[in-house]
């Protein structure tokens, strides 16, 4: 991997890349507006009405920008400059913009206001690209209404599972993806979703850029992280059966609770992750529902989704197992049942491709901003992309490492270099 | 206290009380068709649309037996049969009809609908009242949708605390207590509730027939209880507040999490329970809510109902006292907040007036109906009608004394007994 000395001379017109911070500001605010919890929280969920505005709010910033615009089945949205030689495979950018509830302005908006951002920056320059550019919007990195993360880039990495699985997926009030999809404006002629899929080779480099969501750049005063691996994550949903009752009638011998029992695994989770002594081992119970949840009746059922990861897989499913068996002991001890122990996804993590790290800190480099390499904890659509393109990310600091919460925050100035970063590496990348 | 010996002769009429069971278990089940959940979960809240249609059907049951209906401004409905005394205080039956979410079609509605046909039986025996006789169907005994339970009896009981707090009171969706009683047709002209309260004197007593809601009779083979105190309940709320944060980025270390703050207290009301060593204190987590309840999301807040009884009130109070010092302990050690530890209601618990065992005792006994007195470990709307009236209630046998679940049931024939008994009891209230 040899970089062509010719585009990258102390005269190229990358030097003086400006980005316009007060539009990309505009836009970030504009856009966290479609949201269905009041601000500052952002709440947007995968093919809700917000989710559709803010789809054709990002479209026509795409076509501002003099991309030409396609969707496919599931609503991954695809923004295309064509580049000198369009018969090459092309460089890829983009993110998300779902927004789990009462979360953040930045989490996924970042790589997408950011990528088109990135664009106009260096269309401003002058610049001409010889592989095309390409923006992808992923639809539903989040799992919020189907259970499914970062649904667009597995089905866009070729998951059959998935495609199958979402013939019979329905959200908790009981809708079918396809019916939720359709009301959105998607999934219309077809009911086979491999159409999804990328042909292979679709892609000579995906990059990503993202709020770190951890504290590290922002403690250490660096500008850019530059990931090397994406953690491996896995979901896990519990279900636990007692014969609840009426609470004042049935006397604790008689018993058994269903909610004490989630209470123990969720206690449990973190005790074996802590067990694994390792920092990079992190588990969390983010939903525990009780059934029929009135306060004069013992819990008949409950329902835990269990979140763990690691970057060493092994680790990470050493501690599943443990869970595992602690589900097990309790619902035996307690006389409940464990009705459910499904592991919905258990992906294996992803490291980032030579070719785009090289790009990435190059350009850095370049733009004398500050980098070190890093790992990412929290996962992407990256992690799935990588599967099909040589992949690579690009962190910016945030406020105190918050993520999925409305304290999120990172500043104009560390999103503008984001962008200036993201700006020349793709243009790298676009000359090989 | 001496009983009039003519009303009770070997000849009296009420040797041949005999009870219409067809169709008043084809009443339980029209009755249980009034739900928002699918049958045999019965779901019906404090004023929806079903709690409206429910409504209507007992006062259009009251009028075919003849009673005069009224209302009061929270619902309270009244059915009287003027005695040949009508300027004596009344004796008066009731229950209640609501029902908490996913639970059966007995609890409430067998001391209801049972009470009309107890009225029923006296007119076909072609008994004549001294006292009026009144049923009473109490508004949200259940405290599902305000957080308040025996709403209706409280108020008719005179709390003054209770008619002040209703002006904010509003339920989970925001809705107020007045706004949800008007959209019922109720609370239209007053915003005082104190128009509500029992005038002193207006009951000589007051006896409520409902199933037992434990195993006991059942178990033990017997037709009816003699309840002759009601146990003391208390429930609490309680708040924790974390950072939250992105499940993936946030290493465990760093975490404040407010849901595993939850589980440990829910873990600890067992533990102080079990502590008091005493078989009747009982203490339930039945809602344990995490914000904002997404996989990913470390939780931010927590949210538990905690209810805990005792015939014992001293010892009672310690298990929430010490409920009390645990959630300040969990706080701190997790470094999450304690935003809220609300005692909702600690009430007193009741004994019931020598009257009116002593009337459920005999009529009992005159119908050759075993019989056992007895501690009710529920809350009653009796619990509070004590407060304003001698009170007595009486049990019948339910299923493994399940309840507040769609398998509970009680056989037609034991509330066949339940009904003549009460319906003899009442004729021998109405007679001093
Ligand atoms: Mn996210
Ligand atoms: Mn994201
Ligand atoms: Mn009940
Ligand atoms: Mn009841």
Not at 132 to 159: D, K, V
Not at 254 to 274: I, Q
Not at 277 to 283: C, F, L, M, P, Y
Request: contains cysteine; aromatic residues 6%.
């Amino acid at each position: 991997f040899q970089e062509p000395s010719s585009s990258f001379s102390s005269s190229s017109p990358f030097s003086s890349l400006s980005v316009d911070t007060q539009n990309l500001r505009k836009q970030i605010d504009e856009l966290s507006t479609f949201s269905d919890a009041p601000a500052p929280s952002v709440t947007r969920i995968l093919y809700t009405d917000k989710d559709v505005l803010a789809r054709r709010y990002i479209k026509n910033l795409m076509g501002l920008a003099g991309l030409s615009v396609r969707e496919d089945a599931v609503g991954n949205i695809f923004g295309r400059w064509d580049g000198n030689e369009p018969e090459l495979s092309a460089v890829a950018t983009g993110s998300h913009i779902d927004a789990i509830p009462y979360s953040g302005k930045y989490d996924g908006v970042v790589g997408v206001l950011g990528a088109i951002e990135a664009i106009n920056v260096l269309k401003r320059s002058g610049f001409k690209p010889k592989r095309s550019l390409e923006i992808i919007l992923f639809t539903s990195e989040e799992p919020t209404r189907f259970g499914i993360s970062c649904l667009g880039s597995r089905l866009l990495a070729g998951s059959e599972a998935l495609a199958e699985a979402l013939k019979t997926t329905v959200d908790a009030q009981n809708i079918s993806f396809f019916e939720a999809a359709k009301s959105a404006g998607y999934a219309k002629d077809h009911d086979d979703l491999s159409i999804v899929f990328l042909k292979e080779g679709s892609y000579s480099a995906f990059v990503e850029l993202h709020i770190e969501q951890g504290p590290i750049l922002e403690e250490e005063g660096i500008s850019i992280g530059i990931v090397t691996a994406i953690a491996a994550p896995a979901s896990i949903k519990v279900d636990f059966e007692g014969d609840g009752g009426h609470a004042g009638a049935v006397l604790m011998p008689s018993r058994n609770d269903a909610g004490l029992a989630a209470a123990e695994l969720a206690l449990a989770v973190e005790k074996h992750v802590l067990d694994s002594g390792s920092i990079d081992t992190v588990g969390t119970v983010g939903i525990l529902e009780l059934h029929p949840g009135a306060i004069n009746s013992i819990p008949s059922k409950s329902h835990l989704e269990i979140d763990t990861r690691d970057i060493d897989q092994e680790r990470r499913n050493d501690v599943i197992e443990k869970i595992f068996q602690s589900a097990e002991m309790i619902a035996s001890k307690r006389g409940v049942r464990l009705s459910e122990f499904r592991i919905i996804n258990q992906d294996p993590p992803a490291l980032s491709h030579k070719l785009v790290i090289d790009a990435m800190q190059s350009a850095a480099k370049e733009l004398n901003l500050t980098h070190k390499s890093m790992i990412s904890r929290a996962y992407h659509d990256s992690l799935f992309m990588a599967r099909v393109s040589p992949m690579g990310m690009l962190f910016i600091p945030c406020y105190k490492g918050y993520s999925h919460k409305p304290e999120e925050y990172a500043s104009i100035k560390d999103i503008a270099n984001g962008v200036k970063v993201l700006a020349l590496t793709l243009a790298k990348l676009s000359s090989f």
